[in-house]
């Protein structure tokens, strides 16, 4: 349950992050201006309010979203507006000169956004949203304040049954680094499948 709920997520986190980065960067004050609010008003509020908004305080007015679904949607507001402000970066950070060479060159809008900025952008700052997604994987023991099983909540589980509070909490923290190694594992897997030039590098993912 725990890396399902970080997969999805991170999936899902990482494109509507994407989507605000690019609002944020926007002329049009629009489409910026509402952008910024959203980014300062979900990292200035916890990730357990968003949840039990979500999961709680809507079924309060008749809204009923499934525990798994509101979870999910928690963790996937919450991780895109750090996720805006790290892709911001690694998109302010392509040179001009690059996007206007590319438009001289004939390419179209879309071309232009995948190809010269959003890939250059993510492959620049690809560790730090390994960083964020990890800590969004250790975030998920939060959501068993919300009726979540993941891997925190059935630990409580097994501690509120058999009272070794030590025990189970040593093997928690282990299962934890170890997941923590895993998923780094991963991204970096895919951090060189994705991004060959880091690989021929050789630059750290």
Not at 24 to 42: D, G, M, Q, W
């Amino acid at each position: 349950m725990t890396l399902q709920l970080s997969a999805l997520s991170t999936l899902m986190g990482f494109v509507a992050g994407t989507g605000v980065a690019y609002l944020r960067v926007s002329n049009n004050r629009l489409f910026s201006i509402p952008a910024a609010i959203y980014v300062e008003f979900i990292r200035n509020t916890p990730l357990l309010i968003q949840a039990y908004f979500l999961i709680f305080g809507l079924a309060s007015i008749g809204v009923d979203l499934p525990i798994m679904a509101g979870a999910v949607i928690a963790l996937t507001i919450n991780v895109s507006a750090y996720t805006a402000e790290i892709m911001r970066a690694g998109i302010e950070s392509i040179h001009k000169g690059q996007i206007e060479a590319a438009h001289c060159l004939g390419l179209s809008k879309a071309q232009v956004f995948f190809r010269v900025v959003l890939a250059p952008a993510t492959e620049r700052v690809y560790p730090s949203l390994v960083s964020q997604y990890v800590l969004l994987m250790l975030a998920t023991s939060i959501l068993s304040a919300v009726g979540i099983d993941e891997l925190f909540g059935i630990a409580a589980r097994v501690q509120s049954i058999t009272f070794r509070n030590f025990e189970v909490f040593i093997v928690l923290g282990v299962l934890y680094v170890a997941l923590s190694f895993v998923v780094r594992g991963a991204f970096n897997l895919l951090g060189k499948l994705v991004f060959p030039r880091l690989r021929r590098l050789g630059t750290p993912l």
